[in-house]
C-alpha cells in the first residue's frame, strides 16, 4: 500500500485540474476568450516534456558512471514519455494557435523549435535502433541523449526570447506568455504541472518493469 | 548528490521569465465586453462536459491500474519460475 499512495495522488490532482480547469473563474480577455482554459493542459505538457527528459538526463549520466543496463532502459523509456508529452504539447498547441493566432502554423520561433527539439529526440530512437549491440547502444545513446538535452534547452528557452515571438505576446499579442499568472490561475496550473508529470512518471515506470520482464526472458 | 543540485539549478534557470510581462489585474476577471461561454454556463451545460471527461479520465485511469496488476502479477510469476530454475 505504501508503494501507490503516490499514484493515488496523482488520480485525485488531475480529477482537481479537470474540475477546476473547466469550473474555476478565469480572467476575461480579448482574443483568447474561454481558450484561456487550455493553458491548463497544453503548457503542463511541456512542462512535462521537461521532466521527463531531465530524467533521462540524469539516468543515461547514470549509466555513463557505473555502466548498469538498467539506467540504460530507464534513460530510453523516460525519453519516450517524454517525446509523448511533447507531441501532445505540439498537437494542442497548434490546435490552441488555429483559434488565437489565426493559423495552426505561423513559424512562431517557438513553435518551429519546439519541432526541431522533437526531432532530435526521435533521432534518439532512430540511433538506438539502428545498433545491434547492445553495451554499444546503451553507451552511444547516452551520449546522444546529454547532447540532445544540451540542444533542447536553448531550442526551447533561449533562442525563442531573442526574437520577436507570438508566444512571449510582442507588438500588443495577447500569447498567453505576455501575462503574468495571477495566484488564481497558478491555482490550477501548478497542479497540472505535478499531475502530469506523477502520471508520466507512472506509465514510464510500468514500461520500465515490462522491459525489465523481456530482459529477464530473453536471458 | 552535486551533480543533481547542478540540474536543478538547470532547471529553475530555464524557468525564468523576462520581466516585460503584462500584469492581469482584477478587473479582468469582471471584463463583461470580452464575450466567454456565460449562457453556457448559467444553464449548467459545462457540467456535462466536466462529466464526460471525468468519465473518460477516471476509466482510463481504472485501465492504467489494471495493466499494473498484470504486471506485478508476470513479474511474480517470472520470480516463482526463477527460484525453481535455481533449486
Aim: hydrophobic letters at 50%; glycine letters at 6%; charged letters at 15%.
Amino acid at each position: 500500500m505504501k508503494k501507490y499512495w503516490w499514484k493515488g495522488l496523482t488520480i485525485l490532482i488531475l480529477f482537481y485540474v479537470i474540475i477546476g480547469g473547466f469550473l474555476l473563474e478565469v480572467p476575461r480577455l480579448n482574443i483568447l476568450n474561454e481558450t484561456i482554459r487550455a493553458l491548463y493542459f497544453h503548457v503542463p505538457m511541456w512542462f512535462g516534456m521537461i521532466i521527463m527528459l531531465a530524467i533521462s538526463l540524469y539516468h543515461s549520466i547514470a549509466f555513463l558512471n557505473k555502466s548498469n543496463p538498467i539506467s540504460d532502459i530507464r534513460a530510453s523509456e523516460y525519453a519516450n514519455i517524454g517525446v509523448v508529452f511533447g507531441v501532445l504539447g505540439i498537437v494542442t498547441g497548434m490546435f490552441w494557435a488555429q483559434y488565437t493566432w489565426g493559423e495552426w502554423w505561423s513559424g512562431d520561433p517557438k513553435q518551429n523549435a519546439s519541432a526541431i527539439g522533437l526531432l532530435i529526440y526521435l533521432a534518439y530512437f532512430v540511433l538506438r535502433g539502428s545498433l545491434e549491440d547492445q553495451e554499444q547502444k546503451a553507451r552511444i545513446s547516452a551520449v546522444y541523449n546529454i547532447f540532445a538535452f544540451c540542444a533542447l534547452i536553448p531550442l526551447l528557452f533561449i533562442l525563442p526570447r531573442l526574437t520577436d515571438s507570438l508566444h512571449p505576446g510582442s507588438g500588443g499579442n495577447p500569447g498567453f506568455n505576455a501575462y503574468d499568472l495571477d495566484s488564481r490561475l497558478r491555482l490550477v496550473f501548478y497542479p497540472a504541472v505535478i499531475g502530469w508529470a506523477l502520471l508520466g512518471v507512472w506509465v514510464a515506470t510500468l514500461r520500465i518493469r515490462i522491459r525489465k520482464i523481456e530482459n529477464a526472458l530473453y536471458q | 548528490m552535486k551533480r543533481l543540485m547542478v540540474m536543478l539549478a538547470m532547471l529553475i534557470s530555464a524557468t525564468l521569465n523576462a520581466q516585460d510581462k503584462i500584469k492581469i489585474q482584477d478587473s479582468d476577471y469582471n471584463n463583461s465586453d470580452v464575450a466567454m461561454a456565460d449562457i453556457m454556463r448559467s444553464e449548467g451545460k459545462i457540467y456535462v462536459v466536466v462529466g464526460v471527461l471525468l468519465v473518460i479520465f477516471a476509466v482510463l485511469i481504472y485501465y492504467l491500474v489494471r495493466l499494473e496488476r498484470r504486471t506485478s502479477k508476470l513479474e511474480q510469476q517470472l520470480d516463482n519460475h526463477q527460484e525453481n530454475n535455481n533449486d
